[in-house]
């Protein structure tokens, strides 16, 4: 149980760096309850946190199974007006990665373009390079990004 409550606490740490890049950029936070609101009425750059954009792969009937994003971004000025941010963490060897493929079925649902962020030391090698390869096969997923620092470098350029 400790060792989950530390990968969670660790997720949040890269959910932490993220949001500090956003805002360095100039992204204002909206609570998700007006985020579809804000955008429609505001010319800036917003983001929120863990709004709903889809049922997952694994609702069926009767049974929902809601995704929530990371971070859901809206720019006025780009031509991906939104975008999803998903950040995965992985610092212990097991089967974590396992689930990558799940969150690429999610983003063939999602309503806006994704990119991931994985900080992920320990996954397995070929689960980071198929990711990595679902990018052009997947029309949602622009962009897997397999340390912070290479999503910060690719951030300032494309969300400033």
Known sequence: MAEIQGANKLGVQLESLVKMMLEELDYQFIVKSKFTVTTGALEQKLYTTQLNVCDSIYSIGDFKHVVNADFTLYNPASKEKYLII???????????DEKYPYLNEN????????????????????????????????????????????FREWAIKNLG
């Open 107 to 150: 983003i063939k649902l999602f309503p806006y373009k994704t990119i991931i962020v994985l900080d992920a030391p320990q996954a397995k090698k070929g689960a980071k390079a198929w990711l990595k390869q679902q990018v052009g096969v997947n029309p949602n997923l622009l962009q897997v990004f397999t340390s912070f620092s290479e």
């Open 86 to 96: 998903e950040c995965k963490l992985q610092t212990s060897g097991g089967s974590v």
